[in-house]
């Protein structure tokens, strides 16, 4: 089954506007990482942020923030003033007990200039 | 420097053919994996080793035996190409094998079986 679910397989915005990608997962463990990746036209996988399940402070870097909600068991993705450069394969992931990784199925995020 | 570096980055093959894929790290890290990436874009653990051992191995055929010199180093082996082994294989390191380690990845390298 799956861990992590990333419902919006593609997403495209206009240059500047804001865009949110949306993360549930689903776990037991009450100790557990979250996990934003970027993987540009490039192919090579970019760490964003790692987020511990007992820290549901959101957090914020530049124009990304995520917010994280245990209550919904979401980690959501928000780009500000989004620019091309964004535009990208963005992979949630769950890291759990035993270090087993799961990664959603990815969001493709093309921004239109 | 590059930390986490795959070689060769494009391998084209014919089918039955035993080919494989090195990897190197030279973040210092106990723990190195491998993850296929299909043409779907899914990413799936195949091993991970920690210090030279063996801590996950899902399911893959047995085809596929990764190797591990040292921790620096984690390659893959596989034997008998098939087209279905068609994919992006990525190596990926961190510095424990918890839930707290952060992975960071390659570049990636595309096998394609012809």
């Known amino acids: 089954a799956q861990k992590v679910t990333q419902a919006q397989t593609e997403i495209s915005v206009v240059e500047k506007e804001d865009v949110t990608l949306d993360c549930v997962y689903e776990t037991r463990d009450t100790t557990y990482y979250l996990f934003w990746y970027k993987q540009p036209p490039s192919g090579e996988l970019v760490f964003l942020i790692r987020?511990?399940?007992?820290?549901?402070q959101n957090e914020i870097s530049g124009r990304y923030s995520w917010n994280f909600q245990k209550s919904t068991s979401s980690f959501n993705f928000t780009i500000t003033a989004s620019q091309v450069v964004d535009s990208a394969v963005y992979f949630c992931a769950l890291s759990k007990k035993g270090n087993q990784f799961y990664f959603g199925t990815g969001t493709s995020l093309t921004v239109i200039p | 420097d590059t930390a986490v570096s795959q070689t060769p980055k494009y391998l084209v093959t014919q089918m039955g053919n035993d080919k494989s894929i090195k990897c190197e790290q030279n973040l210092g890290h106990d723990t190195m994996y491998w993850y296929k990436q299909d043409s779907k874009k899914f990413l799936k653990i195949m091993f991970s080793?920690?210090?030279?051992?063996?801590?996950i191995n899902e399911t893959v055929p047995n085809r596929f035996s990764p190797k591990s010199p040292d921790k620096a180093h984690l390659n893959l082996h596989i034997n008998s190409l098939e087209l279905g082994d068609s994919a992006v294989y990525f190596c990926?390191?961190?510095?424990?094998?918890?839930?707290?380690?952060?992975?960071?990845f390659g570049p990636g390298t595309r096998l394609t079986v012809l």
């Open positions: 990926a390191s961190s510095q424990g094998a918890g839930v707290l380690d952060t992975q960071y």
């Open positions: 080793y920690n210090n030279k051992e063996l801590i």
């Open positions: 987020r511990n399940s007992f820290d549901e």
